[in-house]
């Protein structure tokens, strides 16, 4: 049985098979590399791993921030409606006779379309938005 063999593993070119080990953490067969060993390839060996992925919701909290945590009712759970009246009202002043600008909205997949429409539902339903008055 013809053969190559080192300290990484062994090689059996009759079987067309291959053993690769590095101490007792692993031990891979190769099998039908010889084709190509044969034909003077270059053989490389890559040993590839999964990367455990971590939880980063658990690890940051809105409840872990120190000033949330010590004024808890400046930061509620849930938003009830909007802030009371101010003093000092925002308006948009429009041009008289400009036209609105005219885009293509953005294409939504449908399971996306369905949020948004929930979304915005929502939004309406407690008072945060109202539909457009623009002309």
Known sequence: ???????L???????????????AFWN??????????????PIFLAHITTKEVEDKSEKKRLE???????????FPEDLTGLPLIRPVEFQIY???GAAPVAR??????PSEMKKLAKQLKELSDKGFIRPSSSP
């Open 94 to 96: 429009l041009v008289p």
């Open 28 to 41: 891979e067969r190769l099998v039908g590399t010889e084709k190509y060993v044969k034909k003077g390839f």
């Open 9 to 23: 593993g062994t090689w059996c070119c009759t079987r067309s098979t291959g053993t690769l080990s590095t101490g």
């Open 64 to 74: 872990d921030v120190p000033i949330v945590r010590d004024f808890p009712e400046v």
């Open 104 to 109: 293509a909205p953005y294409r939504l997949a």
């Open 1 to 7: 049985m013809s053969g190559i063999s080192n300290q």
